[in-house]
T-cell receptor, first 113, second 111 residues
């Protein structure tokens, strides 16, 4: 089975509630950030990205917020569904450019009916 | 949709064997990547390639090599497999100024 999430923090939510997944990044000079979703047995799937000239970006049921002052990124999922259950990673563009992303360890989102 | 295909979902090999992991993408992307994913450590970059026959070391290249003879294909090679190379291996690709898209991974066990 999938073992990538053995030691991850877990966020448990009720179906229909809003979810907020947080991520602290390390480099104040980072100017590009991405959120990925990884379901059990699958590779990471791109959700949404944001550049540092923005504070907020919205997609379909998802919103990413960027607070550069405290180096904090969050992913908000509206009306969480069972299909949203997965591990969520943030990634920042490191000093090596777009080809050398720095990935967070991830947060497991568990959606309960 | 971008399609990144890894040739094997599960692979079991023995210590000392030479192991090849294959990855193919169908979107004519210039950049391709190999990562390994271990519990609690996140994704770690092994190697990447920004063009045919070009390669760059990532954060953990030791014990690995890569080959990119064609634009669509990027191979990861374990020259002499060891048990500490048991892991999930993920391939990704991207075009300029676009996010990376991942395959579904190869779970490699070295016995």
């Amino acid at each position: 089975g999938e073992s990538v999430g053995l030691h991850l923090p877990t966020l448990s939510v009720q179906e229909g509630d809003n979810s907020i997944i947080n991520c602290a990044y390390s480099n104040s000079a980072s100017d590009y950030f991405i959120w990925y979703k990884q379901e059990s047995g699958k590779g990471p799937q791109f959700i949404i990205d944001i550049r540092s000239n923005m504070d907020k970006r919205q997609g379909q049921r998802v919103t990413v917020l960027l607070n550069k002052t405290v180096k904090h990124l969050s992913l908000q999922i509206a009306a969480t569904q069972p299909g949203d259950s997965a591990v969520y990673f943030c990634a920042e563009k490191g000093s090596g450019g777009y080809n050398k992303l720095i990935f967070g360890a991830g947060t497991r989102l568990a959606v309960h009916p | 949709d971008v399609k990144v295909t890894q040739s094997s979902r599960y692979l079991v090999k023995r210590t000392g064997e030479k192991v090849f992991l294959e990855c193919v993408q169908d979107m004519d992307h210039e950049n391709m990547f190999w990562y390994r994913q271990d519990p609690g450590l996140g994704l770690r970059l092994i190697y990447f390639s920004y063009d045919v026959k070009m390669k760059e070391k990532g954060d953990i290249p030791e014990g690995y090599s890569v080959s990119r003879e064609k634009k669509e294909r990027f191979s990861l090679i374990l020259e002499s497999a060891s048990t500490n190379q048991t892991s999930m291996y993920l391939c990704a690709s991207r075009s300029q100024n676009q996010p990376q898209h991942f395959g579904d991974g190869t779970r490699l066990s070295i016995l």
